[in-house]
């Protein structure tokens, strides 16, 4: 059950972002070369056989949901926390259209190629990079403390806006007093070259403490 609550969890935090930022951006971001081009273009221009592929990947029970998941969280490049590291996954509309599609399935309605195109039309549309961050702290309050910025070369990016970091954080229900809460910041994809590897940096500013992920985009799906 909890498992299913987290998820549940995960998936509106997903829908609420993509309703925010569908609203009020546009795309900007044009490729800035063969290779970078054509990276950009598997993540964001998906064909019928990818959405096919993702529609299929949110079909599953929530084990084997749960597990894709996890395969498509961020390898940890390094970390001085000393309690466990948030799980990072880039949302981009291969994994929503996965999450949607489970969301769906799991209340036993159909979720089509349809669907998953108009899915695909919004985020390509959006010009923004999301990435979901289940991150958790010792108080309601944690996140005020919390940055997240991404790193390419010589290049540190601010996120335009980030999801989640307003109000207060729930408990996470595992009874350790520990809060939980889903951040999505998004970043202008004009100012990323997709054909670089880049870090994403979960900083606690309070705790002095952080975590680097390794984002390859040309393995993220």
């Known amino acids: 059950m909890k498992n299913k609550v987290v998820m ?4 509106l935090s997903l829908i609420t972002s993509l309703i925010t930022f ?9 490729g800035q070369g063969s290779a970078e081009q054509q990276i950009r273009s598997r ?10 592929e993702a529609i299929a990947a ?18 940890v490049l390094g970390s001085s926390m000393t309690v466990p590291q948030p799980a990072v996954n880039v949302n981009t509309p291969y994994y929503y259209i996965a999450m949607m599609s489970y969301n769906a399935f799991s209340q036993g309605r159909k979720y089509s190629l349809s669907d998953a195109k108009k ?5 390509s549309g959006l010009g923004q990079l999301g990435f ?18 991404l ?14 970091n307003d109000g207060t954080a729930d408990q996470d229900g595992t009874g350790s007093g520990r809060y939980s809460k889903i951040l999505i910041p998004y970043f202008n ?3 990323i070259d997709f054909s670089q590897p880049a870090e994403l940096i979960y900083l606690d500013e309070e705790l002095n403490q952080s975590v680097t992920y390794e984002v390859d985009f040309a393995k993220i799906n």
């Open 8 to 11: 549940a969890i995960m998936i």
């Open 22 to 30: 569908a609203q009020s951006h546009l795309r900007t971001a044009t």
């Open 43 to 52: 993540i964001f221009d998906l064909s019928d056989r990818q959405m096919k």
């Open 58 to 75: 949110g079909k599953g029970d929530l084990p084997s949901v749960t597990a894709f998941r996890s395969g498509q969280s961020l390898p």
């Open 119 to 123: 899915i695909n039309t919004q985020l």
């Open 132 to 149: 979901s961050v289940k991150a958790a702290g010792d108080t309601p309050h944690f996140t005020d403390h919390i940055s997240i910025k």
């Open 151 to 164: 790193k390419q070369g010589a290049a540190i990016l601010e996120p335009d806006s980030i999801t989640g």
């Open 189 to 191: 994809t004009s100012r």
